[in-house]
């Protein structure tokens, strides 16, 4: 069982980045994702999370309307599409798996994830 997270990296201000949650050994379907990251000398942070079943996404007030999170189960991914990023967005982003018992909330609470992937550092700096 495992997740990982990947598409991190140096883009400038203003930029836009992709990131990917891909799972293995287990299925995505039944299972909400959140991506949650840490800055330098601070506590992780939760950025988005996406229900398992019915799709619907919520954001931290920080990057809503900058972020849009999906969840694609035929392909077993989550993706965090970045948007307008801001040098205070630098930090690892780390993506989580939630097998929750109704399939149309997810949850802003990191101890409620099951598994968790190893983390992608983005950088937003010109």
């Known amino acids: 069982v495992q997740l990982q997270a990947s598409g991190g990296g140096l883009v400038q201000p203003g930029g836009s980045l992709t990131l990917s949650c891909a799972a293995s050994?287990?299925?995505?379907?039944?299972?909400?994702i959140g991506w949650f990251r840490q800055a330098p000398g601070k506590e992780r942070e939760w950025v988005s999370c996406v229900t398992a079943v019915d799709g619907s996404t919520f954001y931290n007030p920080s990057v809503k309307g900058r972020f849009t999170m999906s969840k694609d189960n035929a392909k077993n991914t989550g993706n965090l599409r970045m948007s307008s990023l801001k040098a205070e967005d630098t930090a690892v982003y780390y993506c989580?798996?939630?097998?929750?018992?109704?399939?149309?909330?997810?949850?802003?609470?990191?101890?409620?994830?099951?598994?968790w992937g190893q983390g992608t550092l983005v950088t937003v700096s010109s």
């Open positions: 050994g287990f299925t995505l379907d039944y299972y909400a």
């Open positions: 989580a798996a939630d097998r929750r018992r109704d399939g149309e909330s997810c949850s802003p609470a990191p101890e409620e994830y099951d598994y």
